[in-house]
């Protein structure tokens, strides 16, 4: 199994710009979750699905930041406008359904100037 | 409220010498646990996880973790450091009674040659 792809792997735009983060999870697996990694603030669960279904959003820190996942396979997290506290590393992890391990992508470095 | 405690955000070792990394855990009903680990530039991997049964659990690179309901922790550790063990080490707490998950806010590791 490739394991969870996510694209791009480093993104540089401005402030003010629109951002968007892909991901791909692993095939089977039905929960989703994004995390924002920074120094500062750790790594943090920003949300999470189930079957394609927004569980709980509650880490997403403001009316900026949004997700969908459309179908099983594929995952989209925007930053609408970006803003610079927004550089950190953007992380998809997907599972089996339940309390069970999770399997973290490789990241996407964001960097807003 | 539920939540992972990781004691000590920085520990150094002597190759060669024992890794002890402490976590404690908050939960009413005990979770299931892990510990993952973080290379630089890398997403976090699983490197054990305890569901039921055996309170002893092996991960790899010769890492293991044992499970102490009396004392609420899930402490990992490793008779003998290696170079390669350098990096960012989370236990994390995933509820069986529904979709919670907590991360603890992570170990650096430093191994001295």
């Known amino acids: 199994d490739a394991g969870v792809i996510q694209s791009p792997r480093h993104e540089v735009t401005e402030m003010g710009q629109e951002v968007t983060l892909r991901c791909k999870p692993i095939?089977?697996?039905?929960?989703l979750f994004w995390y924002r990694q920074t120094m500062m603030r750790g790594l943090e669960l920003l949300i999470y699905?189930?079957?394609?279904?927004?569980?709980?959003d509650s880490g997403m820190p403001e009316d900026r930041f949004s997700a969908k996942m459309p179908n099983a396979s594929f995952s989209t997290l925007k930053i609408q406008p970006s803003e610079p506290r927004d550089s950190a590393v953007y992380f998809c992890?997907?599972?089996?359904?339940?309390?069970?391990?999770?399997?973290f992508g490789p990241g996407t470095r964001l960097t807003v100037t | 409220a539920q939540s992972v405690t990781q004691l000590g955000s920085h520990v150094s070792v002597s190759e060669g010498a024992l890794v002890l990394l402490r976590c404690n855990y908050s939960?009413?009903?005990?979770?299931?646990l892990f510990w993952y680990v973080q290379y630089p530039n890398q997403g976090l991997q699983l490197l054990l996880k305890?569901?039921?049964?055996?309170?002893l659990v092996k991960g790899i690179n010769g890492f293991e973790a044992e499970f102490k309901k009396s004392e609420t922790s899930f402490h990992l550790t490793k008779p003998s450091a290696h170079m390669s063990d350098a990096a960012e080490y989370f236990c994390?707490?995933?509820?069986?009674?529904?979709?919670?998950?907590?991360f603890g806010t992570g170990t650096s590791l430093t191994v001295i040659p």
């Open positions: 994390a707490a995933h509820l069986i009674t529904g979709n919670q998950f907590y």
């Open positions: 095939s089977g697996h039905n929960s």
């Open positions: 699905f189930n079957n394609n279904v927004p569980i709980d």
């Open positions: 939960s009413s009903v005990p979770p299931y």
């Open positions: 305890y569901t039921t049964g055996a309170t």
């Open positions: 992890a997907s599972s089996r359904p339940g309390p069970y391990e999770q399997y």
